[in-house]
């Protein structure tokens, strides 16, 4: 059993297929079969059910699977560590949509500007994908504004956020200065789509306070938001850095939450079995320089 046959099986057991599976990691599908036939030889068991031509893994092949994430993992992170110290690094990073639209661009021109032989790339998703990544080892380090479930990933609050309830100029909210639950009940909202942390946050409220809306529109990028709210008369509740230029013009209205229930933070989040890197180091150091919004 080597390292080769555990990637192949990770391989088969990520995409459900031998195919695939061949097709990613660019072998031959009779390898692929092989190499899984090994495996259950060697483990003298079963690891996955092939039902009607599909492959369902079973409990000792998920049992393997856990463990075999953390094996290859460490063994790249062993592999990562004895490259030569001049090659180039790669460093890969993610940021949930809040953070991809309001903070990243800055960020990452900052951070090449003190890591100018860092080659960086960036991954912008809603929290549940990023998590997923972090835990696939397909990210390095993310910065999200939801929760994260896992217990293999760490989560350190770095900068304040804050979301507030936003409506178009002409909306009858706009004349409020403050609100009560039971204002929003039965009111029309645009929404992010499911997995993202602001979504997330705002159904917790809206189901402790029992609330019910009409959700008109589910959009996940804040462009779509913002005309949402501007065009079909929607309100929404929103990362108050995502709407400070409208709100300045005037064509948004806004109401801070009145007890600071949507107060939140950007969290930097990394595998706990992650090397932390001089990249990862400066990242979170540049986090710390940003502050709360002022709108």
Known sequence: MTIRHLKI???????????LAAKALYLTQPTISQAVHELEEHYHTQLFDRLS???????????????????????EDLEARMQDDTKIEHFRIGATVTVGSCLLPSLLENFRQRMPLVDTCSFIGNTATIEEKLLRS?????????????????????????????????HPFAVFHSFQPKDLEGMDFVMREKGSGTRALFEEYLQENHIQIRCRVEAPFPEAMKHAILYNHCLAVISVRL????????????????????NRTFNLVYHKDKRLTNSMIDLKNLLLEYRRPEV
Request: with cysteine; net charge negative; charged share 25%.
């Open 138 to 170: 397909e990210l390095d380090a993310a910065v999200v504004e939801g929760v994260i479930k896992s217990p293999d990933l760490i989560s350190i609050p770095m900068v304040e956020d804050y979301l507030v309830l936003a409506c178009a100029s002409g």
């Open 53 to 75: 031509k599909r492959l369902y893994i079973t409990e000792s092949g998920q049992k393997l699977l856990e463990l075999a994430r953390s094996v290859v993992h460490a063994f």
């Open 9 to 19: 099986f990770l391989a088969v057991a990520e995409t459900g297929k031998m195919s």
């Open 243 to 262: 709407i400070e230029e409208e709100v300045l013009k005037g064509t948004i209205h806004m109401l801070p939450h009145p007890e600071n229930a949507w």
